[in-house]
């Protein structure tokens, strides 16, 4: 498989951080200063979302936020494919696989469904909607369209990615790990467009990993609320346990050892699980300026997070890149890559 386009997308409506927690305080009642020193901890400067910051208090039920959800996700949706086919110079009519994967709301029919109709992708068009991989599902998406194309490389495949994370807002949370996500994540779409044979990094190998008794780590509750943040905060810990092993056995599988790969397209998670990231594999800190730019410029895009690192990435022509995320599950996907 080839990545022959790539393009993430963010709403028009963009804000600072301070704005953000300023927002934020007034919506759910949480204590303004310790608001401000969460915020600042993650190192986001700003943020794009879905709607107006002026609109987010007339979300006042789940009904409400999933209406917006759909209508502002099927735009973006729509741009970060354009942009991508325009990159690979592939026409929509030329799509024969499409993956849609989003954690932050729900439709039936699919949103890829009516992407299809508005984008005028083929009506034979096979489809696989996602829901549920949340951050890990950028990189997830990529490696099932990898396996498609090893069945049909005369094919193009494609993968879309939405979430609206602010849209979950909780006005009546204020727990530890509700006022983390206030402060770290964004809105935005992103698309990949991918080929059998073409131009643009191949991918050489993938894998999967689901680790046992950790469902506590990361997900939502989901009620009449709708979707209430769960972010364990033992998180970072748990990946300093086991990434470094998995991606050294997974390297060494392909006579590779971490020293030897220049070119690292990481989730922006977090700062913490950044950090650990670079220190567990011994990595320059330069590997990860990328993702750490991400992070501060738009904060964490959960599923997207990781296209807009790889839209931003140069590889070195010839030499392997790794591409990896990390979701709930607990499980992370990683991709070796070819430049």
Not at 320 to 329: E, Q, R
Request: glycine share 10%; aromatic share 6%; charged share 20%.
């Amino acid at each position: 498989m080839h990545i022959s386009g790539v393009q993430a997308v963010l709403p028009v409506h963009r804000y600072t951080q301070a704005e953000i927690t300023e927002a934020f305080s007034r919506l759910t009642h949480a204590d303004e200063e310790i608001l401000r020193r969460f915020h600042a901890a993650t190192g986001v400067q700003g943020r794009h979302l879905a709607l107006p910051i002026d609109d987010y208090p007339k979300l006042d039920s789940f009904g409400r936020a999933n209406a917006a959800y759909v209508e502002a996700a099927l735009d973006l949706a729509e741009q970060a494919l354009s942009g991508a086919l325009d990159k690979a110079g592939v026409p929509p009519e030329r799509v024969d696989h499409l993956v849609f994967c989003s954690t932050t709301g729900l439709a039936t029919p699919s949103l890829d469904a009516r992407l299809a109709r508005r984008m005028g992708l083929r009506a034979d068009v096979k489809r696989v909607p996602v829901f549920g991989l949340g951050c890990a599902a950028g990189a997830s998406g990529l490696s099932r369209l990898h396996d498609y194309l090893r069945g049909w490389p005369g094919h193009v495949a494609a993968l879309v990615c939405v979430e609206l994370c602010s849209l979950t807002i909780q006005r009546d949370d204020t727990s530890v790990a509700n006022l983390v996500a206030s402060a770290l994540f964004g809105d935005g779409a992103g698309a990949v467009v991918a080929t059998g044979r073409g131009p643009g990094p191949e991918v050489v190998a993938t894998r999967s990993t689901l680790y046992p008794g950790t469902e506590h780590l990361m997900g939502w509750e989901i009620g009449e609320h709708g979707f209430r943040i769960v972010l364990d905060a033992g998180l970072p810990a748990f990946v300093e346990q086991v990434l470094a092993g998995d991606i050294r056995a997974f390297l060494a599988d392909h006579g590779l050892t971490p020293d030897q790969v220049p070119t690292w397209v990481c989730h922006p998670g977090g700062p913490k699980v950044i950090d650990t990231i670079a220190q567990t594999l011994g990595l320059p800190p330069h590997a990860v300026d990328v993702t750490r730019r991400s992070l501060a410029e738009h904060g964490n895009l959960s599923s997207v997070s990781v296209l807009d690192v790889l839209q931003h990435t140069k590889g070195r022509p010839g030499r392997p890149a790794v591409l990896m995320a990390l979701g709930p599950g607990f499980s992370s996907e990683t991709l070796l890559l070819h430049w």
